[in-house]
């Protein structure tokens, strides 16, 4: 089944520990991007890879790390977690053969105490 | 820069009835969009899509209107049913002069009520 996995699902932590958010996708896509949901503030692209080793910042990048060793994985690295960045987060990938829908995972909730 | 909006946040329907969600868009040149369908608890999910040379496409109890002469896209639901109920967004993806840079822009999205 194609899919974009998602890891953990949900997360309660403390400022200041470091954690990662781990995304998979399945379907051999070359991009993949980072997002986060905040009531009344949609969905806000963080970071996206257009494929391996290749990364940049999406609107709202601060306080957040990514990399991308493999095709497969995109993870989202929050280095010093603050209150700030409690929120919903999404990863998605795409194809670029063509225009086509990006695929989601079903998110993480994060809360940073 | 491009926008992407929708023109209610919430929208309420009788189930059987049938459901229009509007989106409007900023960048004429826009070439392509997706509706996205978001249920409590999981991530957005693909609908439905168009391009712009298209002003119909029809999917299962699913119709997207494009008006590119108005910069307006709806989302037509047939009969709609209370699995219906969701955020609905229509999205279209950012462009630049080297393609596809995997940013889509979203609309803040329509709260679809379906009352029994």
């Known amino acids: 089944e194609a899919q974009v996995t998602q890891n953990p699902r949900y997360l309660i932590t403390v400022t200041g520990k470091k954690l990662t958010v781990t995304c998979s996708q399945n379907m051999n896509h070359e991009y993949m991007s980072w997002y986060r949901q905040d009531p009344g503030l949609g969905l806000r692209q963080i970071y996206y890879?257009?494929?391996?080793?290749?990364?940049d910042k999406g609107d709202v990048p601060e306080g957040y790390k990514v990399s991308r060793k493999e095709k497969r994985n995109f993870p989202l690295i929050l280095e010093s977690p603050s209150p700030n960045q409690t929120s919903l987060y999404f990863c998605?990938?795409?194809?670029?053969?063509?225009?086509?829908?990006?695929?989601f995972g079903d998110g993480t909730r994060l809360s940073i105490l | 820069g491009e926008s992407v909006g929708l023109h209610l946040p919430t929208l309420s329907v009788q189930e059987g009835d049938n459901s229009i969600i509007n989106c409007a868009y900023s960048n004429s040149a826009s070439d392509y969009f997706i509706w996205y369908k978001q249920e409590s608890g999981k991530g957005p999910q693909f609908i439905i899509d168009?391009?712009?040379?298209?002003d119909k496409r029809q999917g299962q109890r699913v119709t997207v209107l494009l008006n590119k002469t108005v910069k307006h896209l709806s989302l037509q639901i047939a009969a709609t049913q209370p699995g219906d109920s969701a955020v609905y967004f229509c999205a279209e993806p950012l462009w630049a002069g080297s393609g596809n840079t995997g940013k889509l822009i979203f609309g803040q999205g329509t709260t679809l009520q379906v009352k029994p």
């Open positions: 168009i391009r712009s040379n298209m």
């Open positions: 998605a990938s795409s194809s670029d053969s063509d225009i086509g829908p990006q695929h």
């Open positions: 890879s257009m494929n391996v080793e290749v990364t």
